[in-house]
Nanobody
Framework: QVQLVESGGELVQAGGSLRLSCTDSTDSTSQHTFTQRAMAWFRQAPGKEREFVATIGGTGSTTSYADSVKGRFTISRDNARNTLYLQMNNLKSEDTATYYC?????????????????WGQGTQVIVSS
């Protein structure tokens, strides 16, 4: 079973920045294995459905974003460290949510939630206005 551990969520003022991290801490995940997995960030605000934020392919060369975060968020990965990142700049109150990282067992990225069988526990981001 893939174990994903997120960190970096906290309370921040509107206009501020945060960087979220997600590490694949599974014993059986080698660097090669990690590069075979596309990764993504999703978020869920209270009372709302979980929504796509950003995705990145296994090599890191392909990314895509939700329109609501394009130009403000950057997804990246360090395959040597089995770690995924989400740099969030110019945060807005509507970015307040629990952020989840997810992994799929294929290197090509997807914006579909059902494409990701492995999920972390989430990290909470609260943006105060």
């Amino acid at each position: 079973q893939v174990q994903l551990v997120e960190s970096g969520g906290e309370l921040v003022q509107a206009g501020g920045s945060l960087r979220l991290s997600c590490t694949d801490s599974t014993d059986s995940t080698s660097q090669h294995t990690f590069t075979q997995r596309a990764m993504a960030w999703f978020r869920q605000a209270p009372g709302k459905e979980r929504e796509f934020v950003a995705t990145i392919g296994g090599t890191g060369s392909t990314t895509s974003y939700a329109d609501s975060v394009k130009g403000r968020f950057t997804i990246s990965r360090d395959n040597a460290r089995n770690t995924l990142y989400l740099q969030m700049n110019n945060l807005k109150s509507e970015d307040t949510a629990t952020y989840y990282c997810a992994a799929r067992f294929a290197p090509n990225p997807s914006q579909r939630r059902l494409a990701y069988p492995a999920w972390g526990q989430g990290t909470q981001v609260i943006v105060s206005s």
